[in-house]
Nanobody, 126 residues
Framework: QVQLVESGGGLVQAGGSLRLSCAVS????????MGWFRRAPGKDREFVAAISWSGSYTWYADSVKGRFTISRDNAKNTVYLQMNSLKPEDTAVYYC???????????????????WGQGTQVTVSS
């Protein structure tokens, strides 16, 4: 059974930083692409960033490009999201996700991901 567990969320002032982690179990982590998404109050879940199985390729939403960095440690079965220069509009529940297809390629569409974590709350105060 594939399980994803996010951690690292919290309350931070605008301009601050947070690092989210997502630990994955139940599969060969290094064979699968990973993504981060978020859902703000009253909005649909949206793409934030994705990383290929090898870590060689990354993709970011325009709203976070230059501020957020996605990375992974295949030895630790963990994907990270380093968030810098946070803004109040970054406030959301953040989810990590993975696909069921090995080496399937990074995607931004929420429907391309099959397994999800429970989410971690990030709140940015102004």
């Amino acid at each position: 059974q594939v399980q994803l567990v996010e951690s690292g969320g919290g309350l931070v002032q605008a301009g601050g930083s947070l690092r989210l982690s997502c630990a994955v179990s139940g599969r060969t982590f290094s064979s699968y692409d990973m993504g981060w998404f978020r859902r703000a109050p009253g909005k649909d879940r949206e793409f934030v960033a994705a990383i290929s199985w090898s870590g060689s390729y990354t993709w970011y939403a325009d709203s976070v490009k230059g501020r957020f960095t996605i990375s992974r440690d295949n030895a630790k079965n963990t994907v990270y999201l380093q968030m810098n220069s946070l803004k109040p509009e970054d406030t959301a529940v953040y989810y990590c996700a993975t696909r069921s297809r090995r080496y399937g390629g990074i995607r931004s569409n929420v429907n391309e991901y099959d397994y999800w974590g429970q989410g971690t709350q990030v709140t940015v105060s102004s």
